[in-house]
T-cell receptor
Framework: AQSVTQLGSHVSVSEGALVLLRCNYS??????LFWYVQYPNQGLQLLLK??????LVKGINGFEAEFKKSETSFHLTKPSAHMSDAAEYFC?????????????FGQGTELSVKP | EPEVTQTPSHQVTQMGQEVILRCVPI?????FYWYRQILGQKVEFLVS????????KSEIFDDQFSVERPDGSNFTLKIRSTKLEDSAMYFC????????????FGPGTRLTVT
């Protein structure tokens, strides 16, 4: 069965610092991977996706993630944090072989940005 | 830009009452989903719907839950007899099915059972 682990339920960075949010997946074959962001009292917004094309994926708001098969990881990074990046971030997977398969989410990481 | 919409944004109901949560997926999308998020916890899959039938459901989706696509635009989740533990944020999502894999989520309905 597929699963997702996000290391660190809370991450705090200073404005302008590097953001690194960790995600590891468990799957017998590489799945499709996603990062979603949830701002307070809002729904889930797609940040970026990995669908077996380029391993380095760029998303919205300056975020990017790198798929590393050997490490079964899909960590999310941003070179310079902005106050507006404060939100909850969810990593999710879906099996590549099932067109309409469900998303399996990680526990989420709350990102705080200090001025 | 097309988006998934959900109504109501907040529903308060008494234990044992029936509730219907409504969603309008993105037009021309073929797959529809319901997820829920209990406060402070991760997002959990409830059910997926394709070609007018349930394609997959989780253990959470028991006989108290049902889904329906009554017309060409709406997608509903009904909880027949609500329990306190049904209090959560319920998200609807849709997927185009035309090779894409990303699901698009609505803003959610916060259900409070008292």
């Amino acid at each position: 069965a597929q699963s997702v682990t996000q290391l660190g339920s809370h991450v705090s960075v200073s404005e302008g610092a590097l953001v690194l949010l960790r995600c590891n997946y468990s799957s017998s074959v590489p799945p499709y991977l996603f990062w979603y962001v949830q701002y307070p009292n809002q729904g889930l917004q797609l940040l970026l996706k990995y669908t077996s094309a380029a391993t380095l994926v760029k998303g919205i708001n300056g975020f990017e993630a790198e798929f590393k098969k050997s490490e079964t990881s899909f960590h999310l990074t941003k070179p310079s944090a902005h106050m507006s990046d404060a939100a909850e971030y969810f990593c999710a997977v879906t099996p590549f072989y099932n067109q309409g398969g469900k998303l399996i989410f990680g526990q989420g990481t709350e990102l705080s940005v200090k001025p | 830009e097309p988006e998934v919409t959900q109504t109501p944004s907040h529903q308060v109901t008494q234990m044992g009452q029936e509730v219907i949560l409504r969603c309008v997926p993105i037009s021309n999308h073929l797959y529809f989903y319901w997820y829920r998020q209990i406060l402070g916890q991760k997002v959990e899959f409830l059910v997926s719907f394709y070609n007018n039938e349930i394609s997959e459901k989780s253990e959470i989706f028991d006989d108290q839950f049902s889904v329906e696509r009554p017309d060409g635009s709406n997608f509903t989740l009904k909880i027949r007899s609500t329990k306190l533990e049904d209090s959560a944020m319920y998200f609807c999502a849709s997927l185009s099915g035309q090779g894409a894999r990303e699901q698009y989520f609505g803003p959610g309905t916060r259900l409070t059972v008292t």
